[in-house]
């Protein structure tokens, strides 16, 4: 479980008709978590070469400003073809301080 204020990396460990992320190699991922936005074009989202994943990194600002269950979804085009995962929820900690550090 991860806490606000905490540096998360999460990996994108998703399919499509039984195809691989990385197989399936698409021109966009979205994921979009607490209100933040993160894009494979914009840079938010990156190939974790040890995972063999994508992976998208959430700083310790962004992560203060998540709720105590936080919704997420995924969105993957392709072509001129989208296709979304459900909103799913994440439990995310409290945390006493509110310095970045």
Do not use: C, H, W
Request: charged share 25%.
């Amino acid at each position: 479980m991860y806490n606000q204020g905490d540096t998360i990396s999460i990996l994108l460990d998703y399919t499509i008709d039984d195809v691989s992320l990385v197989e399936y190699e698409p021109d966009e991922i979205e994921f979009y978590i607490g209100g933040n936005r993160y894009t494979l074009t914009g840079g938010d989202i990156a190939f974790d070469a040890t995972e063999k994943k994508y992976a998208v990194r959430i700083e310790q600002s962004e992560s203060f400003e998540f709720s105590n269950v936080t919704k997420y979804q995924i969105r993957i085009q392709k072509g001129g073809n989208v296709v979304s995962s459900g909103i799913q929820r994440m439990l995310i900690g409290a945390s006493i301080s509110r310095t970045v550090i």
